[in-house]
């Protein structure tokens, strides 16, 4: 058996953030060879996902993050199965290191995200080796992504929702972008304008209208002009640029977007809240 030196162990540590006894064991195993110790503490993480497959991973952090020119915003989620490893900071970093592959790299979905490489590995195989690290079902089950002339991001306070807007115009205060997020985050619209709002939610608050009407004993002959009515209540709290704007809901998102500028307006948004 390989003389396995304390340094050894640390590189080995710092290289597959394990702990340092799973490192001398895997090093011990491997007979001092770090490709087949690294290769030990994977398999160790793919045996610990496999016996947790069927457990919850509900907790987590989401994480978004803007390009160096603002014109591209990305969000990833990676969930774990305890609010305990959520708040610790190694997790936090892990999930902020693949966040930063994904603003460099700029994959087309999930899928291509999950396949670029993190340290010398697939992030796929980056997350499985992080499950034998920290012995919970870690997974991602989302990425977002966005693009326009001005990129905003927000993350709430506790990495669990976070939401990211589009705006068609370069902007120099960056509050602007940052308050549209804010919003987003805080009121969840269904769809930016009524225009992308689905013909089958529009379907369904039509015959949620028409349904409270009946039980009220609205006549039958006007319960689809207080359904219409009900749908376009449900247009302006629901649509981003119709909403009130939270910080003066004396006017809409749109037109406080038109005061900061002429024009100026946004074009898509991104939401993820772990519980809501």
Do not use: W
């Not at 603002?70 to 969930?79: A, D, E, P, R, Y």
């Not at 689809?224 to 910080?247: D, M, R």
């Amino acid at each position: 058996m390989a003389d396995i030196k304390a340094a050894d162990v640390a590189k080995l540590r710092k290289m597959t953030g394990a702990g340092m006894m799973d490192c001398k064991k895997a090093l011990q195993e491997a007979d001092g060879d770090f490709q087949k110790a690294t290769d030990i503490i994977r398999k160790k993480g793919q045996a610990v996902a496999n016996k947790r497959a069927d457990r919850d991973a509900t907790e987590g952090v989401v994480l978004s993050k803007t390009s160096a020119d603002g014109k591209l915003g990305v969000m990833i989620v990676l969930n774990c199965e305890t609010d305990f490893v959520a708040k610790n900071d190694n997790f936090v970093k892990f999930a902020e290191s693949i966040l930063n592959v994904a603003v460099e790299k700029q994959p087309a979905d999930l899928e291509a995200l999950k396949s670029l490489e993190l340290d010398g590995k697939s992030i796929n195989d980056a997350v499985i080796e992080q499950v034998g690290v920290i012995g919970e079902k870690l997974e991602i089950p989302f990425y977002g992504k966005i693009e326009a002339e001005s990129v905003s991001a927000y993350i709430h306070p506790g990495n669990m929702l976070s939401s990211m807007v589009g705006l068609n115009k370069q902007i120099t205060d960056a509050q602007t972008g940052k308050d549209v997020a804010m919003q987003v985050a805080a009121m969840n619209p269904a769809a930016l304008t009524k225009d992308e709002v689905s013909q089958e939610i529009i379907n369904k608050e039509l015959e949620i209208g028409r349904e409270q009407a009946r039980k009220e004993g609205k006549p039958e002959e006007i319960l689809e002009k207080i359904a219409q009515g009900k749908l376009n209540k449900f247009f302006k709290e629901n649509t981003l640029l119709n909403q009130s704007f939270v910080k003066d809901n004396k006017k809409s998102v749109q037109q406080y977007l038109s005061e900061v500028e002429n024009g100026l307006t946004c074009t898509g948004f991104v939401r993820f809240g772990l519980k809501n």
